[in-house]
T-cell receptor, first 115, second 112 residues
Framework: DAGVIQSPRHEVTEMGQEVTLRCKPI?????LFWYRQTMMRGLELLIY????????DSGMPEDRFSAKMPNASFSTLKIQPSEPRDSAVYFC?????????????FGAGSRLTVL | DQQVKQNSPSLSVQEGRISILNCDYT??????FLWYKKYPAEGPTFLIS???IKDKNEDGRFTVFLNKSAKHLSLHIVPSQPGDSAVYFC???????????WGAGTKLIIKP
């Protein structure tokens, strides 16, 4: 397996534009997580899915952020409209079961810069 | 409120010596702890974990120690190698099966 695949690796956009980040989890993993990493706040969980269903989106900053998982092999995180404070590295991760004692496998991340 | 704290932003160690990375937590409900390693431009990768029923777990050059009474855990790397230079994150989980609480990370630099 190629691991968790994220695209794009880098995105530079202007304030107000729509941004879509993509993730392909490891095949067979039932859980998918979206994280954001910033210098100020470290790693923050934004949302997670179990069997394609969003379970907890309490970490999503505001209504400008939305995430979908239309099938077991694909998820998107959308920001519309984007703002400079959204600049961060966004990680997708997947796991076989819930976090508990299970290990998360992370993608390489998508570095977003909003000008 | 930081439930998981890594108080050293960075640590520099000579190659071949022992590296000790520390992590403190405040929530007594945490029952599983993990260390992840992160290289630049990559995602974090799992390194080693420990359950709260143990006080030590060893995997090759890596050993994690847990002191529940002090709410403290540490990661020992012996001997340290140049490839160990990375950012190390401590993470904890407890009563929920999805929420990993992360520390801010410690940047380890191994000097040749």
């Amino acid at each position: 397996d190629a691991g968790v695949i994220q695209s794009p690796r880098h995105e530079v956009t202007e304030m107000g534009q729509e941004v879509t980040l993509r993730c392909k989890p490891i095949s067979g993993h039932d859980y998918l997580f979206w994280y954001r990493q910033t210098m100020m706040r470290g790693l923050e969980l934004l949302i997670y899915f179990n069997n394609n269903v969003p379970i907890d989106d309490s970490g999503m900053p505001e209504d400008r952020f939305s995430a979908k998982m239309p099938n077991a092999s694909f998820s998107t995180l959308k920001i519309q409209p984007s703002e400079p404070r959204d600049s961060a590295v966004y990680f997708c991760a997947s796991s076989l079961e819930g976090v508990g004692t299970n290990v998360l496998t992370f993608g390489a991340g998508s570095r977003l810069t909003v000008l | 409120d930081q439930q998981v704290k890594q108080n050293s932003p960075s640590l520099s160690v000579q190659e071949g010596r022992i590296s000790i990375l520390n992590c403190d937590y405040t929530n007594s409900m945490f029952d599983y702890f993990l260390w992840y390693k992160k290289y630049p431009a990559e995602g974090p990768t799992f390194l080693i974990s420990i359950s709260s029923i143990k006080d030590k777990n060893e995997d090759g050059r890596f050993t994690v120690f847990l002191n529940k009474s002090a709410k403290h855990l540490s990661l020992h790397i012996v001997p340290s190698q140049p490839g160990d230079s990375a950012v190390y994150f401590c993470a904890a989980s407890g009563d929920s099966n999805y929420q990993l609480i992360w520390g801010a990370g410690t940047k380890l630099i191994i000097k040749p």
